[in-house]
Every structure is written in C-alpha cells, then in structure tokens.
C-alpha cells in the first residue's frame, strides 16, 4: 500500500458520485447508482461505504487503485442500507475484517450483535480514535445507518448518509427522497434533521456531497415538526 499522508485528520474522499433519473422514453423505469465514499482514517483504517452495483467491480478497482490502494487494503465495508446499488461490489472484499449492510454486522458467516434494537442511538466505532462512527438512521430502510466522520480534513464533521438524503436538491424538494422510497417517512424526516444538525457536510445517496447551511437546518427542523 502506498503511504499516505493524513495530516492528523481523518480524509473522506468520494470516489465516484451517484445518481438517479427517468429512464429516457420509459418513466416506469429508472437510472441508479450510489454515491461510493472512501474514508482514510488518520490510524490507518480504510473504510469502503456503498459499493455500488455488482456490474462495478472493476471500476471500482480502478478508483481505488487511483488512490493508491488494492481490494485488500479496505478493513471495513459499511452498506449505509441493503438495495442492490450499494452492496454490489461486497464480494470483492474478502480481508476485510467487517461488513455492516444496515445495522447487520458480519464476518463470513459469523453474524454480531453490534446494534442491539433496544439502543436506537447506538453508534459503533470504526478506528482506534473513536472518530468515524456508524450511527442509526432509520427512514428509507427501518435498518439504514450512516457513518459519522470526525476530524476530517474539510475541517467539520461528514455525515455519509446513503439515501438518507437523495441529494442536495431534496431539502427543498421532499417528493425526491420519499418518492426514491421511504419505509417510514417519520423517522427519515426525523433523522434528516438530527443528521443536518450533527455534520457540517452530507455525503448523499445519490448526488454530489454538499455543505450544510443553517437554513437548510431550519428547513429541515420545520419538515420534522411535520411528523412530532
């Protein structure tokens, strides 16, 4: 593996961003594919959240050649939920030490209890600096995590949030996330809020990564006051 100055932060670089529209001609069908983020942790853990379809594979290796790193560099592969556009590419990485697909936690077929459904704040550590966490995040799935970045080297914290949020657009705009599909369009308003609050930046499901503003905050406080 090449070496790799952090810089005492925790790098989260996205590899290629998602997106998702009409099919042209046939607007019974769509266009999809997730948003795939690297997270290079400053204690040397490298993190693969959502890896796309499984058509992706050598893509994928590609992008991640281009940062310096092969399959078997990756310690952790976070699915932020279990559809078929981000968990594609899981099969390519058999060293790594752990797979969540939601709140499921496994290693072969070894299955762990690391989210128990009693602690729905629950959030599970990633690195030895208790910087980058998974969190809860029901809505779009009721088993949708995120992963929660801290000491990044953008300078505030990064939520990667998988279809938590569409894309920047779906805060102005709420038919985007809940017509992409949403399990509980209570939690999710819910979470969206807590999420915006929590980061500085939101890496979404299908779209470019964005800052957070306060009147997006606002916007979205207002939404969840919609569902108290």
């Not at 509980?184 to 308003?189: D, F, Y």
């Amino acid at each position: 593996m090449a070496a790799f100055d952090h810089g005492q932060r925790n790098h989260v670089i996205v590899l290629q961003e998602g997106y998702s529209h009409e099919e042209d001609g046939d607007e019974t069908a769509m266009r999809a594919n997730c948003t795939c983020t690297l997270v290079r942790c400053r204690d040397g853990t490298n993190i693969i959240v959502d890896t796309m379809t499984a058509w992706d594979g050598e893509h994928l290796r590609s992008l991640l050649d281009n940062q310096g790193l092969g399959i078997e560099d990756i310690q952790v592969v976070v699915c932020s939920h279990g559809h078929s556009d981000h968990i594609g590419c899981n099969y390519l990485f058999q060293k790594a030490r752990m797979h969540l697909v939601g709140a499921c936690a496994s290693h072969r077929d070894l299955y762990l209890d690391l989210f128990p459904s009693e602690k729905q704040d629950a959030e599970l550590t990633l690195d030895s600096n208790a910087e980058v966490v998974v969190r809860r995040t029901p809505g779009h799935t009721h088993s949708c995590v995120s992963v929660i970045v801290h000491n990044s080297q953008l300078g505030g914290r990064v939520g990667i949030t998988g279809d938590l949020f569409e894309r920047r657009e779906d805060i102005d705009d709420e038919s985007i996330w809940i017509d992409a599909g949403s399990e509980s369009v209570k939690l999710q308003r819910q979470e969206r809020c807590k999420i915006a609050h929590l980061c500085d930046f939101i890496v979404p499901g299908h779209g470019p990564m964005f800052a957070v503003i306060e009147t997006m905050r606002s916007q979205l406080k207002q939404d969840a006051d919609l569902s108290a």
